[in-house]
C-alpha cells in the first residue's frame, strides 16, 4: 500500500486558506500588581496609556503617557510609590506626559499577559485602578484561554463586548444557546425591555412561534446566564 495521497497535490485543495474570522473584545482587567494601578487608584482625574514596556530581569521599564487634570498630583503619588525606582519625564506638552519609569518587584503589564496568551493589544488605558482593554482574538478559544488565565490568577475581568471584526455577535462566548440567544435578541429589537413596555411576552411569542411559557424560561435563563458571566461571585 502506497502513501496516502498529498491533499495539496493533483485533486487536492489548491486554493488559498479561508481568512481567520477575528474576534474583537473590550473588557477591563483589575488587579493591584498591574504596573501603576496604584497610582491611577489614588489619582482619579488622570488617565495613563502605556506605551513600551521591557522586563529585565527584577526591574521592569515602562514608557507611557499621562493625560487629565492632576498631574503634579500623579507625578507625586509615583515619585512615592516603593515600586518606582527611577521616574524620568520625557515630555510635557498640550497632550499630557510622558514617562519613563522603572519598576520593582512583581510587576504584571497588561501587553505581557496579552502577547504571551496570542492576543492582539489594540489598546489599553488606565484610570482609578482599571485598565480598559481592546484586543483582537484570532480565536474564540484565545478568549476563553485568557479569561481562565485572568481566572487562575486573580484578575478581575469584566467582559464589555465581544464580537466578530465582520460585526456578528457570537452567541457561543456569553455561555447562551441560539434559542436563548435569539429570543434575547429578537425581544430587545422588539422594545420588550423597554419602559413601558412595546410588545407583550404573547406577541413575542407569536413572533417566534413558541409558547408564552418557552420565552419566559429563555428570556430567564439567558439573563441569568450573562449575570453569572458578568458579576463576580463569593468563588472567583
Known amino acids: 500500500m502506497g502513501p496516502p495521497p498529498d491533499p495539496e497535490g493533483e485533486g487536492g485543495h489548491t486554493g488559498p486558506d479561508p481568512p481567520l474570522r477575528t474576534l474583537r473584545g473590550e473588557f477591563t482587567l483589575t488587579h493591584a500588581d498591574i504596573a501603576l494601578t496604584q497610582a491611577t487608584a489614588a489619582v482619579p482625574g488622570v488617565t495613563v496609556r502605556p506605551e513600551q514596556v521591557v522586563a529585565d530581569g527584577a526591574e521592569t521599564v515602562l514608557v507611557f503617557t499621562v493625560q487629565g487634570d492632576e498631574l503634579d498630583t500623579f507625578e507625586q503619588a509615583l515619585e512615592s510609590s516603593e515600586r518606582v525606582l527611577e521616574l524620568l519625564l520625557l515630555s510635557d506638552d498640550a497632550d499630557g506626559r510622558c514617562y519613563r519609569a522603572t519598576l520593582g518587584g512583581e510587576v504584571l503589564a497588561v501587553s505581557t499577559i496579552l502577547t504571551r496568551i496570542g492576543v492582539r493589544l489594540l489598546d489599553v488605558v488606565g484610570s482609578e485602578g482599571e485598565w480598559n482593554v481592546r484586543a483582537q482574538f484570532r480565536s474564540r478559544e484565545l478568549f476563553l484561554q485568557l479569561r481562565d488565565y485572568c481566572g487562575a490568577h486573580d484578575i478581575a475581568f469584566r467582559l464589555r463586548r465581544l464580537s ?47 409558547s408564552p411559557s418557552a420565552v419566559s424560561q429563555r428570556l430567564r435563563r439567558a439573563m441569568s446566564q450573562l449575570i453569572d458571566a458578568q458579576l463576580p461571585t463569593d468563588d472567583s
Do not use: C, K, M
Open 164 to 210: 466578530r471584526d465582520d460585526g456578528e455577535a457570537d452567541w457561543r462566548l456569553s455561555g447562551l444557546t441560539p434559542e436563548q440567544w435569539d429570543t434575547l435578541r429578537q425581544a430587545h429589537e422588539a422594545g420588550y425591555f423597554n419602559v413601558p413596555r412595546e410588545i407583550t411576552q404573547s406577541e413575542l411569542a407569536d413572533r417566534l412561534g413558541v
